[in-house]
């Protein structure tokens, strides 16, 4: 553990070093855990540490909604690496982030979730606004903290290391306001150096299998996206195995789609799963590359056949019970690829074509029927967009189609919700990467996703973000829609009326456009591309469009 002290006041009005207070201890520490923004909406109870993260270089930008913006802090950590921080006060703005908070515990997000409180003493008695918070978010965060004299640093040290640590999730850090505005009884911040790459001491036996296989196949997932190198390391895996690939959603990029090792992706798709099928029987080994099965369907539950080999590969065990395995390599996923890829010479192909089989039908289930729908508006922004263009999906069925034909061309390019798969977080996210990247970025919605989240169009707005917004015009939960007719059930509560989003980008100081055609659709999107401020394209389309595509 490195101490470390704040810098003593300069010209810039920074306070004396002998005036630091709990909050900008606490801001300090974060800046020097890599904390470069923070989001949120701020009240009575967090003015103090507001203040202190700016003064700390920690920039507070404001959202409309406490929900989007952890979207906003987890879209900028995928686009900079940058230490995702979350800020709310007591009361309803803690209870409006929780949905964001079990999603970064879901979808593996090191979200650090400061919030104001009033102190304890007060509380027995103050009732307004008053609920225990960490009560409410321990169920969802790997640690609570509540922060005492003289604990300020050391709370967010422990905090950040837990959050980054393993498989990483959400930690939460519950911050009085007497702390918050008291001198700090020690100048000193704390951090805390990460763990080594962990890697089995034992892996002879997976080494083993891998040797003697001849027909592997590989699934990738989220904890290998969540370490450094890990798309390095799992090409030098398959160049040395010959193995197959196949990527969970949140994994597409890892290696580029355009690589012809890459099969697909699977995930919500029953068409993906029928086709990857088999290609998983005739597999002699499979190996799991940091695969998560919080992404998957319960389709995939026991997936494999008993008997069948399996290598597991994970951050960290968890005992889902979603499929079996015949050996667990828990540690750090890339490393331990970079191990087992060890002696092996390359140059080893499967015997027979399934794979190259398997790939071109994958191609051809997904492929773009030519009139207008939702695969002709994914297939023209695909063919526009730039090489290395960051697109989000919000949830519903666009999100499951887009995510079978959206090709990335490296990690972290298709941001999602795949692991509680919650509406409402494709703009935020796009938000997030945008402010990030520095250049534009994608962001598909559909019509009832987007009125969850209307407000953030001002967001962009303030930010002068150029994220060009993609909506799905159908007037339904065209997902649930699907559901209810293959259940045998009535239609309802599913049909939503049409907003014209044009007229509200506009309104909203964007620029909008109503599309029913490819032609205008191109044409506008390459506008979009040299727009320096937001641009919403809305995408009129028949919700019928979606039955049998995925």
Request: with cysteine; charged share 20%; hydrophobic share 50%.
């Amino acid at each position: 553990m490195r101490h470390e002290r704040i810098a003593a006041a300069g010209p810039d009005g920074t306070r004396p070093e002998e005036f630091v207070t709990g909050a900008d201890l606490l801001a300090a520490t974060l800046a020097a855990a890599g904390a470069t923004h923070a989001f949120g909406i701020p009240g009575g109870e967090v003015l103090a540490l507001v203040d202190a993260l700016e003064r700390a270089g920690i920039r507070f930008e404001l959202a409309r909604h406490e929900n989007a913006a952890g979207f906003m802090a987890e879209g900028l950590w995928h686009a900079t690496g940058a230490l995702p921080v979350l800020v709310a006060t007591l009361g309803p703005g803690v209870a409006n982030a929780v949905n964001v908070v079990a999603n970064a515990q879901q979808d593996r997000v090191p979200l650090v979730f400061v919030t104001g409180c009033v102190d304890q003493a007060l509380a027995e008695s103050y009732t307004h606004q008053v609920f225990d918070h960490q009560a409410v978010l321990r169920p969802l965060v790997k640690a609570s903290f509540r922060v005492a004299p003289g604990t300020e640093a050391l709370v967010v040290a422990k905090a950040v290391a837990l959050a980054r640590s393993g498989r990483p999730g959400p930690v939460h850090i519950d911050l009085p306001i007497s702390i918050a505005e008291a001198r700090a009884a020690s100048h000193a911040t704390y951090v805390i150096p990460p763990a080594a790459p962990a890697i089995p001491a034992d892996i002879w036996p997976a080494q083993a299998l891998i040797a003697a296989a001849q027909r592997p196949l590989v699934i990738a997932g989220l904890d290998l996206v969540n370490q450094d190198g890990g798309g390095a390391a799992l090409d030098r895996f398959l160049a040395a195995t010959g193995a197959a690939l196949l990527t969970t959603y949140k994994a597409k990029g890892l290696v580029p789609d355009s690589d012809p090792r890459v099969i697909g992706a699977v995930g919500l798709s029953p068409k993906a799963d029928a086709l990857a099928r088999p290609l998983i029987e005739t597999a002699d080994l499979i190996v799991l590359a940091g695969y998560d099965p919080i992404e998957m369907r319960q389709g995939w539950r026991n997936p494999w056949p008993a008997g069948k080999p399996v290598i597991d590969i994970v951050a960290e065990p968890v005992q889902h019970g979603m499929h079996h395995s015949s050996l667990l390599l828990a540690g750090d996923v890339g490393s331990i690829l970079t191990r087992l890829s060890d002696g092996l010479t390359g140059g080893r192909t499967w015997p027979g074509c399934e794979p190259t089989t398997a790939r071109e039908a994958f191609l051809a289930a997904f492929a773009d029927p030519k009139e207008w729908g939702p695969h002709a508006v994914f297939e023209t922004l695909r063919w526009i967009a730039p090489a290395g263009t960051v697109a989000t999906a919000d949830s519903g069925a666009h999100r499951i189609l887009l995510s079978q034909l959206w090709s990335c061309d490296g990690p972290r390019r298709l941001l999602q919700s795949s692991g509680l798969c919650t509406m409402g977080c494709a703009l935020p996210l796009a938000t997030g990467a945008a402010l990030g990247a520095g250049r534009p970025t994608l962001c598909f919605v559909g019509d009832a996703g987007l009125e969850m989240v209307l407000g953030e169009l001002a967001t962009l707005r303030d930010l002068g973000l150029p994220v060009i917004v993609v909506v799905l015009v159908d007037r339904a939960l065209g997902l649930i829609a699907l559901k209810q007719r293959q259940l045998g059930l009535a239609r309802a509560g599913v049909d939503i009326g049409e907003t014209d989003f044009a007229a509200v980008a506009r309104a909203m100081g964007g620029h909008g456009a109503t599309i029913e055609d490819r032609e205008t659709l191109a044409r506008e999107a390459e506008a979009a591309f040299w727009r320096s401020g937001f641009t919403l394209l809305a995408c009129r389309i028949d919700a019928a469009s979606y039955e049998g595509a995925f």
